[in-house]
């Protein structure tokens, strides 16, 4: 658990580190959405409340909790697509919600038929070929917030929930992710951060949203 905490808190210090850099994405801070092949990160704190991006998915709204953003859905279908990412190699994505219901998952479309898939079911949390049950997960149920973390490091993206690892998915070398998706989100549910930061790219570009 304190390996992960501390690569938590490097994923922190590296994203402000890359800020710094980073000049331009400091200087366009109103931006909602920011993607190169370095950091996607979705910027909760441009958002106001009742905001409907619509060019973050389908059915989604802003909600706040105590003066915190997050995005929620107005249907129990709601969909959150990220395109135009070129993340490969060693890479973290991280995302923080508050959500208790099944048939949802949060899944990588990569250019080849490799995809990483995270589903949450009636049984318990699925990775691959691995059904982990929800009492063996360390996933908090009603109004708590969870950390879902992806970690990709040569050629094995392993997956875990508030620091303790649920399953792994074997990838292809040099695959490349171009699309972040979270499909089933329910009008109760909530996410408040995601972001992910890539470690080794060969190439950039950079692309904005509103």
């Known amino acids: 658990m304190i390996e992960r905490k501390s690569k938590a808190l490097r994923?922190?210090?590296l994203f402000i580190i890359f800020c710094i850099?980073?000049?331009?994405?400091?200087?366009?801070?109103?931006?909602k959405v920011y993607i190169n092949d370095y950091i996607f990160s979705v910027n909760?704190?441009?958002f106001s409340l009742?905001?409907?991006?619509?060019?973050?998915?389908?059915?989604?709204?802003i909600g706040e909790s105590d003066g915190r953003p997050y995005i929620s859905?107005?249907?129990?279908d709601g969909e959150l697509l990220l395109e135009g990412l070129n993340f490969s190699g060693d890479f973290e994505i991280m995302l923080a919600v508050d959500w208790n219901s099944f048939d949802k998952t949060i899944r990588f479309t990569s250019d080849g038929d490799n995809d990483v898939k995270l589903s949450f079911t009636s049984k318990g949390l699925k990775?691959?070929?691995?059904?982990?049950?929800?009492?063996?997960?360390?996933?908090?149920?009603?109004?708590e917030i969870n950390v879902i973390e992806f970690v990709s490091k040569n050629d094995i993206v392993r997956v875990f929930v508030n620091y303790k690892y649920i399953g792994s998915v074997e990838i292809k070398s040099g695959l490349k992710f171009t699309k972040f998706i979270i499909r089933?989100?329910?009008?109760?549910?909530?996410?408040?951060?995601l972001k992910g930061f890539c470690y080794h790219k060969q190439e950039t570009q950079e692309t904005r949203k509103e």
Do not use: C, H
């Open 73 to 76: 859905s107005l249907t129990d």
């Open 44 to 46: 909760m704190g441009s």
């Open 50 to 61: 009742g905001d409907i991006p619509k060019f973050l998915g389908k059915s989604l709204v």
């Open 21 to 31: 850099i980073d000049r331009t994405w400091l200087y366009s801070q109103p931006q």
């Open 11 to 13: 994923f922190i210090v």
């Open 184 to 193: 089933g989100i329910k009008q109760d549910d909530s996410i408040f951060n």
């Open 127 to 143: 990775v691959g070929a691995i059904l982990k049950e929800w009492r063996r997960t360390s996933w908090k149920m009603r109004k």
